[in-house]
């Protein structure tokens, strides 16, 4: 049993300059084998609508399919924070929206934390979240599920202009009593400004070294895809690949007849088989 990561772990790590492991996990075996390898914090993302149900965007993610998944990561998960992301539309409607969608997270699925895109525009969200409980980690630069508002998914802070802006919902959201903040696709120097800034932990996706912590999409990291790969990704492994070839080696086998083989074959012993063949004889259908 390993001890349990909690939003104040987070905070202490950060104190003492200790480096933040963040990974999306999508179900149990995944969870379980992440949280064994000594992951601080699992996050249940939306990315899931595009990496497991094959969509474009995040944007066609529902409350119920985070709910479903953060369900079996926790399941798998021993020790690790379990972060779920707040789905597209599901907390802006009004606070009682976004309370009821958090509460259906944590109650139905077992996160411990939810995630929410956004900048000073959602510090009242957060702070009503906050006080009533639920611990909120923000996520700013590019947000996946303004996708359509923002023309793509495109690097953030480039202008300074946009910057000071990054900057300032950082504060604003650290000030609303977010616990961490998501830096995706900033420039690293600015990451590093923002993570200078806050008291509460960054986790960077492409924001370069300076943050307090890294997050990647699972399914990028082990290379479990054969689409597109974003720049920040570093594949620590390529399961695509291994997936193809064993895939290829057992169509093979099947076809040409050498699987299975005897070691995946259970037989009767010769008394049981000549007792059978006896007691069928003379059926129609009598294995001889
Ligand atoms: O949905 C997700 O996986 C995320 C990470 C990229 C931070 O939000």
């Not at 390898?37 to 939306?46: T, W, Y």
């Not at 525009?121 to 303004?146: C, F, K, R, W």
Request: proline share 4%; glycine share 10%; net charge negative.
């Amino acid at each position: 049993m390993r001890k349990k990561v909690t939003v104040r772990t987070l905070l202490n790590m950060k104190k003492s300059g200790e480096r933040i492991a963040m990974m999306t996990a999508y179900d149990f075996p995944t969870a379980n084998l992440l949280s064994d390898a000594g992951l601080h914090v699992l996050l249940i993302g939306d990315s899931l609508g595009m990496v497991v149900q094959g969509h474009d965007t995040t944007v066609p993610v529902t409350v119920d399919h985070m709910v479903y998944h953060t369900n079996m990561v926790s399941r798998g998960a021993d020790g690790p924070l379990i972060v779920t992301d707040l789905p597209f539309m599901s907390y802006h409607a009004s606070l009682e929206v976004a309370m009821r969608n958090a509460a259906r997270i944590m109650q139905e699925g077992g996160a411990h934390a939810v995630k929410l895109e956004g900048g000073r525009e959602m510090a009242t969200t957060v702070s009503h979240l906050v006080d009533a409980g639920v611990p909120v980690m923000a996520h700013i630069g590019l947000t996946p599920q303004s996708v359509h508002a923002l023309g793509g998914f495109a690097l953030q802070g480039k202008t300074l202009e946009s910057a000071q802006r990054i900057l300032d919902d950082a504060l604003a959201l650290e000030a609303a009593g977010a616990f961490a903040i998501v830096l995706e696709a900033v420039p690293a120097q600015l990451a590093a400004l923002v993570t200078q800034r806050l008291t509460i932990p960054t986790i960077g996706i492409g924001a370069g070294p300076g943050c307090d912590g890294q997050v990647l999409v699972f399914h990028d990291f082990i290379g479990y895809t054969s689409g597109y790969i974003p720049k920040h990704n570093k594949r620590f492994a390529d399961l695509a690949d291994m997936i193809q070839g064993a895939a290829k080696a057992y169509v093979e086998e099947v076809t040409n007849g050498t699987f299975p083989e005897d070691a995946q074959t259970v037989r009767l012993d010769a008394d049981a088989w000549d007792a059978l063949s006896l007691q069928l004889k003379g059926e129609p259908d009598a294995a001889n």
